[in-house]
């Protein structure tokens, strides 16, 4: 066993479910990804943000959810908020 497998053991719950909020946390939204998997209609409704969206990140408030959220971004002045952002949308 490793380091890093010994230091995971040792941790409490709450260190665990800690760092794997952090660890999901990491994803960003892919204009690429999202153009191989999304559905033409969200493809239609999105098209003009995505080079807003392309990098940002993507929160997930529950661990091991498939979807996430973009709680605010801005598209020609105006605040939108993207809930259900697909995990296969990102990288």
């Not at 040792?10 to 999304?38: C, G, I, P, W």
């Not at 559905?39 to 807003?52: I, P, R, Y």
Request: proline letters at 2%.
């Amino acid at each position: 066993m490793n380091t890093t497998n010994l230091q995971w053991l040792a941790m409490s719950a709450e260190e665990k479910q800690s760092t794997l909020r952090k660890v999901a946390n990491l994803l960003r939204f892919s204009k690429k990804r999202f153009k191989q998997h999304a559905s033409l209609s969200v493809k239609k409704a999105l098209n003009s943000h995505l080079e807003v969206l392309d990098g940002m990140k993507v929160i997930f408030p529950v661990v091991g959810s498939r979807f996430g959220e973009i709680p605010f971004y801005m598209v020609n002045g105006k605040g939108y908020f993207l809930d259900t952002v697909d995990k296969e949308w990102c990288e």
